[in-house]
């Protein structure tokens, strides 16, 4: 019952990685764009969600009424503003400038808000638990994990069912051609990154309820959306919400065995995927 418990758990935590990795996957499935940042941005959102609920006396979850349009409209203004002008046949600019772009996040949280960790108050639902056979479930993590399975299928319907979806695949497809067809390069891949950084929103308050936070943590939950994006396949959103649960049983079997090798079974699974499958478990399949 202990084993099967650790996985059960390791099933919920992959819904907080496979929000954190959701943003990417839909960034990298649109323009191939690699960002550095992604990290900090969901520890912006974090920092965003516990100011507004601060000032404003709302529960954390209301708060993402206003947060997840402001990390949209960031994401817009950074795409239209910035990331554009460096996007091309060379993976190297965008890199360069969304690490920069981190190096600031980081020390501007850290002027603002202090090294000090925060954490959100959720009240009742942070310890609120239910009984599944004897296993005592998190209230907390079964709505995080719902909440990404809900976020990746509406992404997956956004993509195959909207004008914008199709203005996405296009564009990802064969950039020139959308352009003669009359779409705006530009302004589709602001649409994307704001997209992408509304979902990062979500996985910043989820995170910052879950757990506390500091400016320097966003190093880590882009290498956890890296690893759940990278197993599931590049571009494959349900991928991705597979990778993040693979990730987190990993993690949490680890754990099991020792304590300490929580974050190390993680990683050690995920280089035999990508040994084994360098494409994922899932690539994305075009056409």
């Known amino acids: 019952m202990e084993w099967l418990n650790a996985v059960i758990q390791g099933v919920l935590l992959g819904g907080l990685y496979a929000l954190f990795a959701a943003g990417l996957s839909l960034i990298f499935g649109v323009m191939r764009l690699v960002n550095i940042a992604h990290g900090d941005l969901i520890v912006l959102a974090a920092y965003l969600g516990l100011t507004t609920s601060v000032a404003l006396g709302l529960h954390p979850l209301l708060a993402l009424v206003l947060v997840a349009p402001a990390l949209a409209a960031i994401g817009f203004l950074l795409q239209i503003g910035i990331l554009n002008r460096t996007l091309g046949n060379d993976i190297l600019?965008?890199?360069?400038?969304?690490?920069?772009?981190?190096?600031?996040l980081q020390n501007a949280l850290l002027e603002i808000y202090t090294a000090d960790p925060q954490k959100m108050d959720a009240g009742a639902l942070e310890t609120a638990s239910v009984s599944l056979g004897g296993i005592s479930l998190g209230v907390l993590p079964l709505l995080t994990f719902a909440v990404a399975v809900a976020?990746?299928?509406?992404?997956q319907w956004v993509f195959y069912n909207t004008a914008l979806g199709r203005a996405f695949r296009a564009t990802s497809d064969n950039q020139d051609i959308a352009q003669l067809m009359?779409?705006?390069?530009?302004?589709?891949?602001g649409y994307a990154m704001a997209l992408a950084l509304a979902v990062t929103a979500v996985a910043g308050i989820f995170l910052g309820i879950r757990t506390s936070f500091d400016p320097a943590i966003g190093g880590s939950r882009l290498i956890f959306g890296f690893e759940a994006v990278i197993i599931g396949g590049l571009g494959n959103l349900w991928g991705t919400l597979a990778g993040g649960v693979i990730l987190g049983v990993a993690q949490t079997v680890g754990a099991k065995i020792d304590p300490g090798w929580q974050l190390l079974a993680g990683h050690i699974v995920f280089l035999l995927i990508l040994a084994v499958r360098p494409s994922g478990l899932f690539p994305k399949v075009t056409g």
């Open 182 to 189: 009359g779409l705006n390069k530009a302004h589709v891949y």
């Open 151 to 155: 976020i990746v299928g509406a992404l």
């Open 93 to 104: 600019p965008p890199l360069l400038v969304t690490f920069g772009l981190s190096v600031i």
